[in-house]
């Protein structure tokens, strides 16, 4: 079964009445097939509550929704459908969020841009979104910002998933490899080799990320070799 029929039989299930962020409840604690479902609706959804915060929908947005889940044409309605029910729902950033929030991290634990959280893949994946037209807008700022904080991740942990997608932001290696200034350049080899080995696709299924999107990884790994490169390069000095 497709990771969209999946997506279809979780959105059919809903009553009259009921929104979106009911699916959330439904896949809580579920198996890698589910917690897909989940992340797939998550980024969609709250993707669709971003356009509403900045205020316009780009063709730019519809592409990048494609580019990440490598939506093939037959399965383009359903993802709209899902787009489009988190447009129309009454429920705000919040409900969405917090929902998302509790299906992927129960303890509720602080959360670092250095941790593999499938939480961490979300935002990722929005960041993705808000830069499809080269800009980045106040009000997606603070979207973003609202959803890092619900999510669990404090203000250095956004700074690095920013300063990751968003040309011009402050960007630190030790930052991005989770380490402090005064790491020692074994302490960083062993965090950049535990980067990269995270953000293997097989790793990132296995927590929950569909294998249509795992190509997230690719702007990731590249601030994470840029970072290593770096720190390689001021020890050297």
């Given at each position: 079964?497709?990771?969209?029929t999946?997506?279809?039989?979780?959105?059919?299930?809903?009553?009259?009445?009921?929104?979106?962020?009911?699916?959330?409840?439904?896949?809580?604690?579920?198996?890698?097939?589910?917690?897909s479902?989940?992340?797939?609706?998550?980024?969609?959804?709250?993707?669709?509550?971003?356009?509403k915060?900045?205020?316009?929908?780009?063709?730019?947005?519809?592409?990048?929704?494609?580019?990440?889940?490598?939506?093939?044409p037959?399965?383009?309605?359903?993802?709209a459908?899902v787009?489009?029910?988190?447009?129309?729902?009454?429920?705000?950033?919040?409900?969405?969020a917090?929902?998302?929030?509790?299906?992927?991290n129960?303890?509720?634990?602080?959360?670092?841009?250095?941790d593999?959280?499938?939480?961490?893949d979300?935002?990722e994946?929005?960041?993705?979104i808000?830069?499809?037209?080269?800009k980045y807008?106040?009000?997606?700022?603070?979207?973003?910002?609202?959803?890092?904080?619900?999510?669990?991740?404090?203000d250095?942990?956004?700074?690095?998933?920013?300063?990751?997608?968003?040309?011009?932001?402050p960007?630190?290696?030790?930052?991005?490899?989770?380490?402090p200034?005064?790491?020692?350049?074994?302490d960083?080899?062993?965090?950049?080799?535990?980067?990269?080995?995270?953000?293997?696709?097989?790793?990132?299924?296995?927590r929950?990320?569909?294998?249509?999107?795992?190509?997230?990884?690719?702007?990731?790994?590249?601030?994470?070799?840029?970072?290593?490169e770096?720190?390689q390069?001021k020890?050297?000095?």
């Amino acid at each position: 079964m497709s990771l969209w029929t999946r997506i279809t039989e979780a959105i059919a299930a809903l009553t009259a009445g009921e929104g979106l962020a009911v699916v959330f409840d439904r896949l809580r604690g579920g198996a890698v097939p589910e917690r897909s479902v989940g992340f797939t609706i998550a980024v969609i959804a709250l993707g669709a509550k971003m356009a509403k915060a900045d205020g316009e929908v780009t063709r730019d947005e519809v592409s990048t929704f494609r580019r990440i889940f490598q939506i093939p044409p037959e399965e383009e309605m359903h993802a709209a459908q899902v787009y489009n029910l988190a447009r129309q729902d009454v429920a705000g950033l919040d409900a969405y969020a917090r929902k998302v929030a509790t299906s992927f991290n129960k303890p509720g634990q602080p959360l670092c841009a250095d941790d593999r959280n499938v939480l961490i893949d979300i935002l990722e994946g929005l960041f993705q979104i808000a830069m499809s037209d080269g800009k980045y807008h106040p009000a997606e700022d603070a979207f973003l910002t609202e959803v890092a904080r619900i999510f669990g991740l404090d203000d250095r942990c956004f700074r690095v998933l920013r300063g990751r997608f968003v040309d011009g932001a402050p960007r630190d290696p030790y930052d991005v490899l989770g380490l402090p200034a005064t790491a020692s350049l074994e302490d960083a080899r062993k965090a950049w080799r535990a980067a990269v080995k995270d953000s293997h696709p097989d790793v990132m299924v296995a927590r929950g990320v569909p294998a249509e999107a795992v190509q997230l990884a690719t702007r990731r790994l590249i601030a994470i070799n840029t970072a290593w490169e770096e720190i390689q390069s001021k020890v050297a000095a």
